[in-house]
């Protein structure tokens, strides 16, 4: 049976996204475009155009191509048209994008201040649907060695264990440590629970001899440093 799913080439010349980028640049093509030349093909009843469009209507929430992150894999596997292999590679692009916006240099980061924390983290995190516990470890240069996820969930002082806090950071002979974490409602400001927890962290990483440098919240484009808020 020949393959009736509608194709790029089935849209008028002129309006095709491959042939569009080509001629005016990747940048004056819309999202929709974009990511149908990423899609690909269609289906009987819908070109590549048609389900990306569809697919960005269903972000109720106004975020953007931030919802895209957001997503769940199966949700994108259960669009008609998108399947089990765009979905992964649909995933997979949207990560090599945060990836690529945290910095193009093969460098390790260095954390001088909680902008550069902020700077860090902020593009992935401002979009996380739960809150996430994140530890920076850093050398004795303030270099982050490594980043790793403490804790899902709402954070509290019995809620999250000190060892999954500091578990990977012994393991990698850090010198210090900064804790992130986000809160879904884009509004950093520290809770009564966020305080007491970053105290008995602070306590237990003194105990260990390690550093805590900082606690930073991050919301929807804004953050709050607990260092800062002489909170530490």
Aim: a neutral charge; glycine letters at 8%.
């Amino acid at each position: 049976m020949a393959d009736e799913r509608l194709r790029i080439k089935d849209i008028p010349e002129n309006e095709r996204p491959y042939e569009r980028l080509e001629k005016f640049g990747a940048q004056a093509l819309s999202n929709a475009e974009l990511l149908a030349i990423i899609i690909k093909t269609g289906t009987r009843e819908e070109t590549s155009l048609d389900i990306s469009q569809k697919l960005l209507r269903m972000d109720e929430e106004g975020e953007g191509l931030a919802f895209l992150n957001a997503i769940a894999l199966e949700e994108l596997r259960s669009i008609k048209g998108i399947g089990k292999v765009k979905a992964i590679q649909l995933k997979a692009i949207v990560e090599f994008s945060k990836r690529f916006a945290g910095g193009c240099k093969n460098t390790r980061a260095v954390i001088t201040s909680p902008e550069d924390i902020s700077r860090l983290v902020m593009q992935e995190m401002r979009c996380l649907k739960q809150e996430e516990l994140r530890i920076l470890v850093l050398n004795s240069k303030n270099f982050v060695l490594k980043t790793y996820t403490a804790a899902l969930g709402g954070l509290n002082s019995s809620g999250v264990e000190a060892r999954e806090v500091f578990k990977e950071a012994v393991k990698s002979g850090a010198a210090a440590i900064v804790l992130v974490h986000n809160h879904p409602s884009g509004d950093p400001q520290p809770s009564k629970e966020d305080i007491i927890f970053t105290k008995r962290i602070a306590e237990g990483a003194q105990i260990l001899g390690i550093k805590m440098l900082d606690h930073v919240i991050i919301g929807d484009g804004i953050f709050v440093s607990l260092k800062e808020r002489n909170l530490i």
